[in-house]
C-alpha cells in the first residue's frame, strides 16, 4: 500500500525527448569558440560593405589633389592614408569590401549548386553516363584553375564584375560534383530511398524529395571553404591586373595601386592585404566548424 501511494504521489518522470538533430547540431557550433569569432567577423565584415555608402568618409573615385595628397600617411582626415591617386584608402576598402565579399559569396553558390546539380546526376543514373560525366570531370581537374583563368582572362579583355563571377563559378565546381556524386551513390540504396520506391515513388522524386536534402550538410561545409579559395582567387587575379578593371574596386586591386610603392607607401597595400588574409583566415576556420557541427557521427556528449 505504501509502495503504491508513493508511486501515485511520485509518478515517474517522462523521459527526456532527444533533441532534433538540427538543435543537436547548433549546440556542437556553439560550443566552438574559433567557429563563432569567425563567424562574428565575416558578420562585421559583410555589415560594414553594406553600410559602406553610410560610412566612407570621402568618394571612392574621388582624386582632391594627385600632387599634394599622393601617397598621403594615415592621418585623422584619412585614417588608412591615401593611394597614388590621392584616394583615401579607408573609402576604397568598405567599397572594395562589397565587390570582394559578393564575388566571394555568388561565385561560391553558384560553383557549389552546378557542381551539386551535375554530380547528383552522374551518380544517380550510374553506369556508362556516370562513367562519361566523370571522365569529363577528370579532365578538367588536369588542368591547372589559375592556368585557365588568367587563359580566358588574358583572351576576355575587360572583365565585369558579373563576368568575373561566372568565370570563377564555372570553373569551381568539379571537385564539388565528385562530392556529390560520391554521397549520392551512398544515398541511393539507403532502406527508406528503397521503401519509398517500392511504394511507386518516381526517379525523380526519389532524387529531389529523399536523396538530395541529404547533400545539404557536406555541400554547405563545401560552400562555405569555396568562399575562401575565391576571395583569395579575385584578389590574385586582380592584383595581376586582370581582374577587376577601374574604376571598380576590390581588396586585390586596391593592392595593386599600390605595389609600385610598397616601400614607401606601405599603408596602400597593408589594410586591403590585412583584410585579405583574416577573411580567408576565418572563412576556413567556419567551414572546419561546420563540418564538426554537422558530422552525424558526432554526438552531444562530445
Not at 588568367?150 to 568539379?174: D, E, K, N, R, Y
Not at 549520392?184 to 517500392?198: F, S
Not at 586582370?242 to 576590390?250: K, R
Not at 597593408?270 to 563540418?291: K, S
Request: glycine share 8%; net charge positive; hydrophobic share 50%.
Amino acid at each position: 500500500m505504501t509502495t503504491a501511494s508513493t508511486t501515485l504521489a511520485n509518478p515517474p518522470l517522462a523521459s527526456a525527448r532527444p533533441a532534433s538533430p538540427r538543435l543537436a547540431r547548433l549546440r556542437r557550433l556553439r560550443r566552438d569558440p574559433a567557429a563563432l569569432a569567425a563567424l562574428a567577423l565575416l558578420l562585421t565584415l559583410a555589415l560594414l560593405a553594406l553600410l559602406a555608402p553610410l560610412l566612407a568618409p570621402y568618394d571612392p573615385t574621388a582624386q582632391p589633389d594627385m600632387v599634394a595628397l599622393k601617397n598621403r600617411p594615415p592621418s585623422f582626415a584619412h585614417p588608412l592614408g591615401t593611394d597614388i591617386y590621392s584616394r583615401d584608402v579607408l573609402t576604397r576598402v568598405l567599397y572594395g569590401s562589397r565587390v570582394t565579399l559578393s564575388v566571394g559569396v555568388l561565385a561560391a553558390l553558384l560553383s557549389t549548386t552546378l557542381g551539386a546539380a551535375y554530380g547528383a546526376v552522374a551518380g544517380w543514373l550510374g553506369g556508362a553516363v556516370d562513367t562519361v560525366l566523370m571522365r569529363l570531370v577528370d579532365a578538367c581537374l588536369g588542368i591547372p584553375r589559375v592556368l585557365m583563368l588568367l587563359a580566358i582572362v588574358a583572351l576576355w579583355g575587360h572583365v565585369s564584375t558579373p563576368v568575373l563571377v561566372l568565370l570563377i563559378a564555372g570553373t569551381g565546381w568539379f571537385a564539388t560534383s565528385r562530392l556529390a556524386r560520391a554521397e549520392v551513390r551512398a544515398l541511393r540504396t539507403r532502406p527508406y530511398v528503397e521503401a519509398a520506391r517500392a511504394l511507386g515513388a518516381g526517379e525523380t522524386r526519389l532524387l529531389v524529395r529523399h536523396v538530395l536534402p541529404h547533400l545539404v550538410p557536406p555541400l554547405l561545409v563545401a560552400a562555405t571553404l569555396a568562399v575562401g579559395n575565391v576571395i583569395a582567387l579575385e584578389a590574385g587575379l586582380s592584383y595581376l591586373g586582370l581582374g577587376l578593371q577601374p574604376p571598380d574596386a576590390s581588396w586585390g586591386s586596391i593592392m595593386q595601386d599600390g605595389a609600385d610603392s610598397l616601400t614607401t607607401a606601405w599603408w596602400t597595400t597593408a589594410a586591403p592585404g590585412t583584410l585579405i588574409v583574416l577573411t580567408v583566415l576565418a572563412v576556413n576556420i567556419l567551414g572546419d566548424g561546420l563540418r564538426d557541427a554537422l558530422d552525424p557521427r558526432e554526438s552531444d556528449a562530445s
